[in-house]
Every structure is written in structure tokens, then in C-alpha cells.
């Protein structure tokens, strides 16, 4: 037989009054005024225990109201408000305990709806007590029947304080009832649809078929995504009706009916935007949309777009909503412009950050950016470095999406001066870049760079005391090709990223001219075992084309240093000569492995990093493997929103005489 799965408001008040009434005399009967601690301890029970109250209105004449029509409601989980109560002799303070919903995960909700339990801390009179059982009944009623069981029963215990003026404890004992079952789950359009039949495309979307148990959360939840689901196959205005459940007491089974007009098919029209544009024509919209007009509609590149103007940074919040442009279209599809709302975001950035290591000092870093100086996405940046061996001054114009998405001009020039343990520099650059680049939001598996470098560089090479200062005169190509395949950019798990890096370059050095060609290759791995990231590193390099002692000495190979092999200094691994400067080399060879565990301390996100690094710089084209120089450690992470903040400690395990016994650095990010 069918019955109702919930009970009318008037049944509900009844059954709320009911409750009071059966607590109202034995409650209050406990805090009634005594004459004496003694008398008041003998004259009241231990324990007040209330009959089961059971949880369904479906057997006939339970509380004398006959069963209700097999449709209803799906049940909803809502907190009573508590009202106006009457007045009680006295106060008192208690306690709640509940068992029997703990095992269906059913705790945490109790906990946070129930009008006891959110009280408890509270000084409440005997008949605000008696209200908020008798609706924490009802919660009980609706938390078990969301979860798919029926026909269960709650009884209350109401126990007295052990000694006076103790709190009083409330237990509620549940008995679940059994288990309801879906029998059938059924998808149909109504007499008038505009769109086709739903079943095939709906069914497989609601996530509960025949079996199921009947789970409101599970449903709800599947309902909720339904607009969604529906957008991304094509169908942005769906109508969506309440789903009809029906209970079967007799079989303990139910049927959920879901009634859906598809709607018309949508296809892509036009993208507008409102309010301030930021210089974004209709043509720079359509390098950021992945579709153009006439293509089938899909809810994911609605989205997509709406991440993509986000990603620009220009814009705080956007909200993009599709509106049908005219009547349906001869072959029954439907256009769809989109209509973008933004708001705008702070054009302006100032950055600052610092890094320290041993041999190189404090290093400073700070800039300026406009990002929208040159619109639509014409950034001007000024930065600027201050270290005790290096300073830079440099000015950066950038264009993202430029002619394609994810895609950015850099033109940028700058000075800078250097006074390395190998060099002294001073050097003018200028350079041209378009680049295809990977962003927190859109990591890419390919991403590519190709650009053009000017230099003018006056140089001394502290190796070469009869050859103090040249000046060169350098043109280089460079570019690079990363496939990655890490699980996040900057803080990966698991994974890999392999990296290749080529540069041609000619030089022009006291009326000599020469060229070369600088080759890189690096491959980083990462593989989470428990709590631990195991990542590597292997880095090769070789110069093929000119011998060391021709290349400007920045341009050669170096190692050693907080981004190298740690535990030495900068340029502190490979050949030195007779008075120990760094000669730089044609080839360098390294690899790194750390053990990276993440935990939290003292309310922080911190990590743990043991690290063994090995390197070494050879004056042959071609890098090798022997003579490697060792260094291990233990770093610090502190995690923050922008990246992790870096400490590393370490010390060369093959320390030869001049390097450090321990070498310190301080920066921002994984070191690979």
C-alpha cells in the first residue's frame, strides 16, 4: 500500500504539542522548588524514559490520521526557529547525546541543525527543553528518511544531574527502520516540449538508477548539476520540474518520476560586454572564446571563457549569461549570444621579494605593473634588482593573447651590473619574445618560447689576468620546448616536465668574429609515496662551436649555488685556476633528489625537505659524468598562497679547501 512520506503542518503541530505534553509533567516535575537538597534528591526519579516515538505517518490510524496520497514531497532538512516559549518556575543547563546516527553519517548534520543540540550551552527553561525535543524528533524523522529509512522510532531519555544544579543530559536512542530501495527511475517530457525526448540523455545524468537506495542528498545533488550537465550537451534553457517520489511501504521500495523539456538545441551567435570593456573589441573576444558563432553550444567553453577574462586580471568578477537571439532557426536549433557582465580590477601592482644565500648575499627585488597600460592587454613593467654582487634595472612591455590565446610578446631592455666570483659585467640588452605559457588555471602539456637577444657587454674575466676587459657585441636566438606532464605548476606530486633549450649566438669581440650554439636539456620527475614527494632533477649543457676562453664569460657554464648543487657557493663547482676563480666551462652536468613531506605545525603549512644535489662543470663540448662534486641537506617550506617560501641548509659532502662548511639560501618556490 502507498502512503505519505511526510505529514501535513497541522499533523506536524500536533504531534509537536502531543510531545509536550508527555514531557512536559515528568521535566518539570525534576526542577520543582524544594525544601530541602535531601528531600528534592529522594522525591525525584534517576531517569525520565519517553516511549518510542515512531518516525512514519504511513500505518492507518496512527495519532488517528489516515495515510496521505503516495506522491509527495521530496523531504527537505530545515532547523525550526524556536519561538516564543512560556515562562518556567526555573532555569537550568543540560546535555545531548544521540546514538543510532552516527553510522549513517548522520552526526555532523544532527549537530548543526538540531535545536538542542546548537542551544546546549545556554540557560533554558523546562518548556523551551520540551519544544526543542519534540522538534529535534521531527529533525531526526527527516535526517533518517533523507538517507532512504522509514518506519523508525526515537526514544528519550532524560536523565538528572548526579548532583544538584548539574546539567541535566537529553539522550535520544534512534532506530533507523529499514532501508528504502529505488524500484524505478523514470525520465519523460511533457505533452508540450519543445525539445526532444530526455530519456537517453538524462537518465545516465540524475546518478541514481533502479537499486539505489533512496538517498535525497544523491538526488538533490544530481538535480543541482542537472542545468549544468544539460548546458555542456547543448541545451542551456532546459525546464526542470520537481521530481514526484513515490513511497511503497508495503515492498519498501520507491519510484522517482523526473519530467524535463530539453528545449531547443542552442547553437553559438555573438559575445557582448558591458560596462567598462577594458579595450576588449569584439575581435579580442573571439582570440579568447574557443568557438566561434554557429558552433554547437556547450555550457564547459561558456565557462572556459569566463576563467579566460578572468585570467587577464583585469577583471575582479565575471558573470556571463546566454540569451536567445530570435526565433528558433530552420533546422530547429536555436542562437545563443552571450551577454558578459564584469567588474573591474585594480590596474596597478606593486611586488616586492627577497632571497639570501651564502656567497651572493641579500637579494632584493621589487616592481611596478600596469597591466592594461597599451589595452586590450598591454602591461608595462618596471622592475629592478639590488644585490651585493648584482643590480638590474629593466623595463618590460608585454602583450598577452596576442594574435592567439595563451599567447605573449615581450619586448623588454634593460642594464645591468655584475662582480661574480668568475666576472665582472656590464651589459645592455634588448629583447623580442612570443611565447605560448602555462597559468595556474590552464596548465598546458606544450608550451614554447622563441625570441631574439641584443647584447652590448663589457666584461672581465678574472680567470684571464693578461685579458682583463673585452667588449662583445652578442646576437642570440633563443628558444624552448617543455612537455609537461606534472600535476601542478608550481608545487607538483606526480609526474614529469622535460625541458629543451637552444641558442644560437654570434659575437663579435675585438674585430673577431665567431658563433655557437648553446644546447640545454632538463628533465624533472616527481612520484608521491604516502606523505612523501620523491622528486629528481637532471640538468645537461654543452657549448658546441667556440672554445671557453672565446665565449663572454656570462654565457659559459657554471655550478654550484641555491638553483645548482647546494652546499657550495655560486659559481663555486667546476675548473678554477691557479688563484681559485671559476673559469666556467663548455658543458655542465647535474642532478638532484629530495624527499619532500608536507605536514601541518602550530596552525602552519609547513614541509620537510632532505636533499642530496651533484654537479659538475667540464671544458669539454660534451658534458660528463666523473669528478662529480656532492652536497646534502635538509630544507624548511612554508607554504603560502603564492608558493612555498624556501630555507635550505646544506654542506658539501665533498668539500675541497675554499669551499664553506655550510651554505645557507632563502627564496620562494620549489627549488625545481
Known amino acids: 500500500m502507498r502512503s505519505g512520506l511526510f505529514l501535513s503542518a497541522s499533523v506536524r503541530l500536533l504531534l509537536a504539542v502531543s510531545g509536550l505534553a508527555m514531557l512536559s509533567a515528568p521535566v518539570c516535575a525534576q526542577e520543582a522548588p524544594a525544601k530541602a537538597a535531601a528531600d528534592a534528591a529522594a522525591a525525584t526519579p534517576p531517569a525520565t524514559s519517553l516511549p518510542p516515538t515512531p518516525m512514519t505517518s504511513g500505518d492507518p490510524g496512527l495519532d488517528g490520521f489516515a495515510p496521505l496520497d503516495g506522491k509527495v514531497d521530496w523531504p527537505t532538512v530545515d532547523a525550526t526557529t524556536e519561538g516564543g516559549a512560556a515562562e518556567a518556575a526555573s532555569d537550568v ?32 527553561n523546562l518548556a523551551q527543553i520540551n519544544r526543542r525535543i519534540a522538534e529535534d524528533r521531527d529533525l531526526i524523522d527527516q535526517l533518517l528518511r533523507s538517507v532512504g529509512h522509514y518506519g523508525g522510532s526515537v526514544a528519550v531519555l532524560i536523565e538528572n544531574p548526579a548532583r544538584a544544579g548539574a546539567p541535566i543530559t537529553v539522550k535520544f536512542t534512534v532506530t533507523p527502520g529499514p532501508l528504502y530501495h529505488f524500484e524505478a527511475v523514470s525520465v519523460v517530457d511533457p505533452a508540450d516540449a519543445i525539445g526532444p525526448n530526455p530519456a537517453a540523455l538524462v537518465t545516465g545524468l540524475l546518478a541514481v538508477k533502479p537499486g539505489d537506495p533512496v538517498d535525497a ?163 608595462l613593467i618596471v622592475n629592478g634588482v639590488v644585490a651585493e654582487r648584482e643590480q638590474i634595472a629593466n623595463v618590460e612591455l608585454r602583450r598577452h593573447n596576442f594574435r592567439h590565446r595563451d599567447q605573449t610578446l615581450t619586448i623588454q631592455g634593460g642594464l645591468s651590473a655584475e662582480e661574480q666570483t668568475a666576472f665582472d659585467a656590464r651589459t645592455f640588452s634588448m629583447t623580442a619574445a612570443i611565447a605560448r605559457e602555462s597559468n595556474i588555471i590552464w596548465q598546458k602539456p606544450w608550451t614554447y618560447s622563441l625570441g ?13 689576468p693578461n685579458d682583463p676587459n673585452n667588449l662583445y657585441y652578442i646576437i642570440a636566438l633563443p628558444g624552448s620546448l617543455t612537455w609537461d606532464k606534472s600535476d601542478n605548476l608550481l608545487n607538483p606530486a606526480k609526474g614529469f616536465r622535460l625541458t629543451g633549450r637552444a641558442s644560437p649566438e654570434f659575437t663579435l669581440r675585438s674585430g673577431s668574429y665567431f658563433s655557437y650554439v648553446k644546447a640545454q636539456i632538463e628533465a624533472t620527475a ?21 672554445s671557453r676562453g672565446r665565449i663572454a664569460p656570462d654565457r659559459r657554464f657554471y655550478a654550484g649555488g641555491g638553483g645548482s648543487v647546494r652546499g657550495f657557493e655560486y659559481q663555486g663547482v667546476g675548473p678554477k685556476d691557479v688563484d681559485g676563480s671559476p673559469t666556467g666551462g663548455n658543458s655542465v652536468t647535474e642532478a638532484s633528489l ?56 646544506a654542506t658539501p659532502v665533498t668539500r675541497l679547501p675554499g669551499d664553506p662548511v655550510v651554505a645557507f639560501y632563502v627564496s620562494i618556490g620549489q627549488a625545481f
Open 452 to 464: 631574439i637577444q641584443a647584447l652590448v657587454t663589457r666584461q672581465r674575466d678574472r680567470s684571464a
Open 217 to 379: 542528498a544523491r538526488v538533490t545533488a544530481a538535480q543541482d548539476k542537472l542545468p549544468e550537465r544539460l548546458a555542456d550537451a547543448g541545451y542551456p534553457f532546459p525546464v526542470i520540474t520537481k521530481p514526484e517520489i513515490s513511497i511503497d511501504h508495503a515492498t519498501r521500495t520507491a519510484t522517482l518520476l523526473q519530467s524535463i523539456d530539453l528545449g531547443a538545441r542552442a547553437i553559438f551567435g555573438t559575445v557582448h560586454i558591458s560596462g567598462d570593456r577594458r579595450g576588449f573589441s569584439d575581435a579580442h573576444l573571439k582570440i579568447l572564446a574557443r568557438f566561434k558563432p554557429g558552433d554547437p553550444y556547450n555550457g564547459a567553453d561558456r565557462e572556459d571563457l569566463r576563467r579566460a577574462l578572468i585570467q587577464t586580471g583585469l577583471f575582479g568578477a565575471v558573470a556571463i549569461k546566454p540569451v536567445a537571439n530570435g526565433p528558433r532557426n530552420g533546422d530547429g536549433t536555436q542562437t545563443v549570444d552571450l551577454m558578459i557582465a564584469v567588474e573591474d580590477a585594480p590596474l596597478r601592482t606593486i611586488s616586492a621579494s627577497g632571497g639570501y644565500s651564502t656567497g651572493q648575499g641579500i637579494r632584493l627585488e621589487g616592481g611596478w605593473t600596469h597591466r592594461n597600460l597599451f589595452p586590450p592587454e598591454g602591461a
Open 594 to 649: 629530495e624527499a619532500r613531506f608536507r605536514f601541518t605545525a602550530f596552525g602552519n603549512d609547513l614541509g620537510l625537505v632532505p636533499f642530496v644535489d651533484v654537479g659538475q662543470v667540464y671544458e669539454s663540448t660534451l658534458p660528463k659524468f666523473n669528478s662529480l662534486r656532492v652536497g646534502a641537506g635538509i630544507g624548511l617550506r612554508y607554504f603560502t598562497s603564492f608558493g612555498p617560501v624556501r630555507i635550505d641548509v
Open 526 to 546: 616527481y612520484q608521491s609515496i604516502g606523505d612523501v614527494v620523491l622528486a629528481g632533477r637532471v640538468h645537461l649543457g654543452s657549448i658546441v662551436g667556440a
Open 93 to 124: 543547563r543540560y546535555g545531548v547525546t544521540v546514538t543510532g546516527l552516527g553510522p549513517l553519517g548522520l552526526d555532523d548534520e544532527f549537530h548543526s541543525l538540531s535545536a538542542l543540540w546548537t542551544r546546549r550551552n545556554s540557560v533554558a
